[in-house]
C-alpha cells in the first residue's frame, strides 16, 4: 500500500465526507438504527454521534488502519460501546449467525472490491427482524448521466480508493436477498455522476 492510499486518501475521505448534506441524510437515516449494530465500512467514525440511546453496542467493520484511528478519537466521545473489526467486509466477520439488529451502511458499497459478498456477511449476521439502513452514491437514473458514470469509473477508482460511480445499489441489495421497503434517490449539491444517492430501509 502506498503513502497515498494509507496516509493522504483516509483524510481527504474523511474532509470529503463531513458537510452539512451527509450530516443530514447520516441524521435522518443512522438515527433510526437500534440494538445489536453492525456498520459495514465505520471508516473514520462519522456516523457515531448519529447513533441514538437505542444503540447498545456498535461493531465496525473497516480495513482501513488510519480511518479506524480517527474512528477510535471519535468514539471516546460517544456513550455507545463500539468495538472495531479490522477487516475487509467481505471476509467472515467474527460474530454469529442472526446477531445484528440493524446493519449500517453509508457511502461504502461503492469502494468495497465484492459488494454482493459483503450484503451476504449483513443478511447472515442480520436476525429475521432485522434491517439494513443503507446511504450510498451509485448509478443515476438518468441514461446521460449513467454513461458518464461509466466512462469515469476507470479513472475514478484509481484516485477515490476503489470507488465506483457507476453501481446500482438497489440491484445490489435486492440480488443479495433482501427485500427494500423504503427507498429514495436524489442528487445531493455538486456534480450530478458523483452525487446521486440512494437511501433506503431494506430487510
Same mark, same amino acid.
Given at each position: 500500500m502506498g503513502i497515498y492510499a494509507k496516509y493522504i486518501l483516509p483524510r481527504v475521505i474523511d474532509l470529503a465526507m463531513r458537510n452539512k =448534506? /451527509?450530516?443530514r441524510l447520516r441524521a435522518e437515516w443512522v438515527s433510526q438504527a437500534c440494538g445489536e449494530v453492525l456498520e459495514i465500512g465505520i471508516g473514520s467514525g462519522l456516523n &457515531? *454521534?448519529?447513533y441514538s440511546s437505542q444503540v447498545q453496542h456498535v461493531y465496525g467493520v473497516d480495513p482501513s488502519v488510519e480511518l479506524q484511528?480517527?474512528?477510535h478519537k471519535r468514539a471516546v466521545a460517544q456513550p455507545i460501546k463500539v468495538d472495531f473489526l479490522s477487516q475487509s467486509a467481505e471476509? *467472515?466477520?467474527p460474530l454469529s449467525n442472526a446477531?445484528? =439488529?440493524t446493519v449500517v451502511v453509508t457511502w461504502t458499497l461503492c469502494s468495497i472490491p465484492n459488494p454482493s459478498r459483503a450484503l451476504q456477511q449483513a443478511k447472515?449476521? &442480520?436476525k429475521p427482524s432485522g434491517r439494513l439502513i443503507f446511504v450510498e452514491h451509485g448509478c443515476s437514473n438518468d441514461p446521460g448521466i449513467a454513461t458518464w458514470q461509466e466512462r469515469l /469509473? *476507470? &479513472?475514478w477508482k484509481r484516485i477515490g480508493g476503489g470507488c465506483h460511480l457507476d453501481r446500482k445499489i438497489d440491484d445490489l441489495v435486492i440480488g443479495a436477498g433482501f427485500h427494500i421497503i423504503e427507498l429514495k434517490t436524489c442528487y445531493l449539491p455538486g456534480p450530478h455522476p458523483m452525487t446521486y444517492t440512494y437511501q433506503g430501509l431494506a430487510q
Open positions: =448534506d /451527509t450530516a &457515531l *454521534p448519529f484511528r480517527m474512528a471476509e *467472515p466477520v446477531s445484528i =439488529d447472515r449476521l &442480520l /469509473t *476507470p &479513472l
